[in-house]
């Protein structure tokens, strides 16, 4: 079953900041994020596994909510360079991720 | 090798050929995964080895797709009697023993005309 990522799209000036949640119906073992850059392969963030953890670096963090089989990515004083489709992707315990369809973050200057 | 290499990166193909694309994972990544990405869309998974046995085809749209794994490394997706709506960008990814982070190849451009 395909998580859903919420917003679909997010248009922010430089130094603002973003959430983009992501949500499942069923049971998460992990979930993954990622960012593609147009013509570009998707390129791994961060992993978070069930336990309700938080990760991040930089100014790129992310939460795991394991009950509520949701999690969310969040930028901080974003960077033109943040720009691209975000993924969530998450595994149910088949060894597989199922992507979400995508985030797409524009950052003006 | 240091990344995910897969080949050709673009292939163009007549309705009704069949194709061959290529993936040679991270050297030590026993996982190794095809998604398909259509223009503008999401990553839509088709199947995943671990070594050389494939546990998960479920994503396998039609009998005319299928792909092997040799060596536990090198894996080819083949495409069977292409059609037009084949046409996507097929991306291949690796991960060690099936857990950590995915690292993904540049994928091949597929063109069915």
């Known amino acids: 079953q395909q998580p859903v990522q919420s917003p679909q799209a997010v248009i922010l000036r430089e130094g603002e900041d973003a959430v983009i949640n992501c949500s499942s119906s069923?049971?998460?073992?992990?979930v993954h994020w990622y960012r593609q850059k147009h013509g570009e392969a998707p390129i791994f963030l961060m992993i978070l596994l069930k336990g309700g953890e938080q990760k991040g670096h930089d100014k790129i963090s992310a939460s795991f909510n394991e009950k509520k089989q949701q999690s969310s990515l969040y930028l901080t004083a974003s960077q033109l360079s943040y720009s691209g489709t975000y993924f969530c992707g998450t595994e149910e315990g088949a060894q597989k991720l199922v992507f979400g369809q995508g985030t797409r973050l524009t950052i003006n200057p | 090798g240091a990344g995910v290499s897969q080949s050709p990166s673009n292939k163009v193909t007549e309705k009704g050929k069949d194709v061959e694309l290529r993936c040679d994972p991270i050297s030590g990544h026993t996982a190794l995964y095809w998604y398909r990405q259509s223009l503008g869309q999401g990553l839509e998974f088709l199947i995943y080895f671990q070594g050389n046995s494939a546990p998960d085809k479920s994503g396998l749209p039609s009998d005319r797709f299928s792909a092997e794994r040799t060596g536990g490394s090198v894996s080819t997706l083949t495409i069977q009697r292409t059609q037009q709506e084949d046409s996507a960008v097929y991306l291949c990814?690796?991960?060690?023993?099936?857990?950590?982070?995915?690292?993904f190849g540049s994928g091949t451009r597929l063109t069915v005309v």
């Open positions: 990814a690796s991960s060690y023993q099936g857990r950590g982070g995915y690292t």
């Open positions: 069923k049971a998460l073992y992990s």
